[in-house]
């Protein structure tokens, strides 16, 4: 059984951050509002736009849908905001 090495970066762990803040910015919203989406207080939703602290995956699907985005784009597997799936 042959092992992938998979080499990561901090810039690779934290480009969801900045485009979580991207999104946000994108659709003249304050911290406060996502944050209120999420259940969570702005002080913890700003450490996510950070990168201080790992946003949970329940939260960032809810950010992609709310945005009409998919996890891809969020999470910076790809360059290309396509829509959130619909089932």
């Known amino acids: 059984m042959s092992r992938i090495r998979v080499d990561y970066n901090d810039h690779d762990l934290t480009l969801y951050a900045r485009r979580i803040r991207e999104l946000r910015e994108d659709h003249d919203l304050m911290q406060a509002s996502v944050a209120k989406l ?3 207080g702005q002080r ?3 450490d996510y736009e950070l990168g201080k602290i790992r946003i949970p995956i329940d ?3 809810i950010l ?3 945005y009409d985005t998919d996890m ?3 999470c910076g597997t790809s360059a290309r905001k396509n829509e959130f799936p619909k089932e």
């Open 44 to 46: 913890t939703y700003a």
């Open 59 to 61: 939260s960032l699907i």
């Open 38 to 40: 999420l259940n969570v």
């Open 72 to 74: 891809n784009y969020i």
């Open 64 to 66: 992609a849908r709310f």
